[in-house]
């Protein structure tokens, strides 16, 4: 039905009246964008399909999200526009989907697009599927009218709609050959054991080694893969894993891509050298962005970095939280309807602003009265340059200066949908930031998120939204990602609760994901799998796979319970990871990473009495970093721990020192 009411003539009265779509019931704020389309957009659920179905006819499927600008662009010059509205509600039932909502079925389309087309993927993603579901053609973003090689949105509407009336049976029937590719995609070997650190060595000649991350633009920062790198570098030592790291993060703490007023990075940068983000900030890669300079600050000691992490942990917890109280997903790019413009200023306005203290922002940034974004400017910090520690406190007045001045403009869009795997990874990462920053305040916020997030998840464990499992509303992250929370408080604190409850939810996530064929764990529930092939995700992309972090949580549980059940995980998870790796690699450093601690297997046990174990405990949690399993013993005796390394047990260490002194000489950690 068309949400556009006729026009009715009452005597000399003309009256036209506006209805929402579905989508005004939908609680995503993506979705809530669309909701006074003229589209007659529907979402992605058995209704929906049920639909497409009885009424014989294809699917446009549009995925988006809602900080997403080429989504925003292609909603303003299409599905607001009443001609090609119309074109889409006679000739398709419209589906729109939140990407963030359901990452499953993203996934899976975003792979169909390459395999029918061979084509990139991204967003706005723009599929075509027949009345069953199953895609048979697609694309990205769409203009309204022809250009560089981009048909228009409307000759694609027509011609798809005549291509599937002509064709119809010929498509439907082509529906196997297409889950057939699917099963294939994932390439496996034979191989279930071998080494993983010739895999980093390998990578290292696809990086840029001026400007850090992969050769060429977009420039994505892909912090799964140099995590991995520094984790090998700490245990070898080997400087070649060193400096791709570095040269990351001084790239990314320099440049445009960095908000230098605020912190946090941007998603992306559309140039090779970092200086022209995509301004759209999410939590997914800042979490990592945080993570990795931990790690980096916690190895160098630089203030540098360490001013950096501070300013974005300060930044998520000021401008990340919503009504609940926890972590919301992402700021839009746009502002006002224009890219950037939060971000960027003229250089005369900075001129004008700053008055006699230009002259000392100009020595800390590049600026030119051209700028270097379609005339605007940018923040880029210039290299090596070195200041005083007057002219260091005047620069900070001036950043104050101009973050004031910036907020009175109009801020860009935020999605404060909450995803609990994200949000369960931001306090697992920025628990680790607390001890290393060695700030009380942050460790106890952390502590008491970690109290809502348990608290929200009680009854059931769910992605956004509690639906009861009428849909699909929880993903394999979300569970190990939980999961990976619970047994980092038992790490902590030696919080009893959570580990029962790790243990309970980690054997859930098997019964309600592994899927045996594959000998993986798919994305979504195998048993309510609304999607025409199984969601089998090996790859790590926004953030580490689900199935590397499952393994992980799986070696701490058999350390500290001594349950062969995880045993037997483990050995059948470490061959098949195994299988998947030669081919893809590339995408998958955080398995790497994590057979390796697998392999290593080191443990320290802390025997004592509690206030003797609680003296110690977060020293020696920051020295292993979540990279060895911690076990509690708590007995009437002095305090003494012991490291074991594949059983291979040290004699009792009884300080602090001791403990140090045995990891430098005895392990890699």
């Given amino acids: 039905m068309s949400q556009w009411l006729g026009i009715f003539f009452l005597e000399n009265l003309t009256t036209i009246t506006k209805l929402s779509n579905i989508l005004k019931n939908e609680k995503s704020p993506y979705l809530q964008q669309h909701k006074d389309n003229p589209v007659d957009w529907f979402p ?189 570098y700490l245990k070898t030592k080997n400087k070649n894993y060193f400096k791709p790291v570095e040269v990351l993060l001084n790239n990314l703490c320099s440049k445009g891509i960095y908000d230098q007023l605020e912190g946090g990075i941007s998603r992306y940068a559309v140039d090779e050298k970092w200086i022209i983000p995509h301004f759209e900030k999410m939590l997914y890669d800042n979490i990592q962005f945080i993570d990795l300079l931990t790690k980096f600050y916690q190895n160098t000691k630089n203030d540098y970095f360490k001013n950096k992490l501070l300013q974005t942990i300060q930044y998520f917890n000021n401008e990340f939280k919503n009504k609940e109280e926890l972590y919301g997903s992402a700021y839009d790019a746009d502002s006002e309807g224009v890219e950037g413009k939060y971000y960027t200023w003229k250089y005369k306005d900075l001129e004008n602003l700053l008055g006699n203290d230009f002259e000392i922002f100009k020595k800390k940034y590049s600026k030119n009265e051209k700028g270097n974004f379609e005339g605007l400017n940018i923040l880029v910090e210039k290299n090596n340059i070195q200041f005083s520690e007057k002219e260091n406190v005047l620069i900070s007045k001036i950043e104050q200066k101009l973050l004031n001045e910036r907020n009175r403009r109009t801020k860009p869009f935020f999605d404060g949908k909450v995803q609990t795997d994200l949000n369960c990874y931001w306090i697992y990462t920025t628990l680790f930031s607390s001890l290393i920053l060695n700030d009380k305040k942050l460790l106890l916020k952390n502590l008491d998120n970690s109290k809502k997030i348990i608290h929200k998840l009680t009854k059931n464990i769910f992605h956004c939204y509690d639906k009861d499992h009428k849909e699909v509303d929880v993903f394999l992250e979300d569970y190990v990602y939980f999961s990976l929370l619970l047994i980092t408080l038992y790490e902590l604190n030696h919080d009893m609760p959570a580990l029962k409850n790790c243990e309970i939810k980690m054997r859930e996530t098997w019964d309600l994901f592994y899927n045996d064929e594959y000998k993986l764990l798919q994305k979504n529930p195998k048993l309510n799998n609304d999607l025409f092939v199984n969601p089998i995700d090996i790859f790590d992309v926004n953030i580490p796979n689900g199935n590397s972090i499952f393994l992980l949580i799986c070696n701490k549980l058999k350390n500290v319970t001594n349950d062969k059940y995880w045993d037997e995980k483990i050995d059948l998870l470490s061959k098949s990871y195994n299988s998947y790796i030669s081919y893809n690699f590339s995408q ?52 003494f721990s012991v490291i074991c390394k594949n059983k291979t047990c040290s004699d009792k260490l009884k300080s602090l020192d001791d403990i140090k002194k045995y990891i430098e000489m005895s392990i890699d950690v």
């Avoid at 981009?150 to 027509?158: A, E, H």
Wanted: glycine content about 4%; charged content about 25%; overall charge neutral.
């Fill in 44 to 232: 992605w659920n058995k209704e929906t399909l049920d639909k497409a179905k009885k009424e014989k006819k294809p699917i446009f499927l549009s995925v988006g999200y809602a900080s997403c600008h080429w989504c925003h662009v292609m909603a303003h010059e299409s599905f607001e526009n009443e001609e090609t509205a119309k074109l889409m509600n006679d000739k398709f039932i419209n589906i729109k989907v939140d990407r963030e909502e359901r990452p499953d079925l993203d996934y899976v389309f975003q792979k169909s697009l390459s395999i029918l087309t061979g084509a990139q993927g991204g967003w706005p993603l723009s599929m075509f599927l027949d009345e069953n579901g199953v895609p048979f053609t697609g694309g990205t973003y769409f203009p309204p009218k022809e250009i560089q090689g981009r048909p228009d949105f409307k000759k694609v509407l027509n011609n798809v709609h005549n291509v599937y009336n002509e064709n119809r049976e010929k498509i439907l029937a082509q529906a196997p050959q297409v889950k057939e590719i699917f099963t294939k995609i994932n390439q496996r070997s034979a191989v279930l054991n071998q080494p993983l650190e010739p895999f980093v060595e390998k990578i290292i000649n696809y990086l840029d080694e001026n400007n850090g991350s992969f050769k060429g633009a977009p420039k994505f920062p892909q912090f799964y893969l140099f995590d991995a790198m520094f984790y090998f």
């Fill in 588 to 639: 998958m450093f955080s398995y790497l990473k994590i057979l390796d601690i697998c392999e290593k297997n080191i443990t320290i046990t802390l025997h004592g009495k509690k206030d003797q174990i609680n003296k110690y405990k977060n020293e020696i949690f920051k020295l292993f970093m979540g990279n060895v399993s911690i076990i509690y013993n708590v007995t009437e005796d002095n305090f």
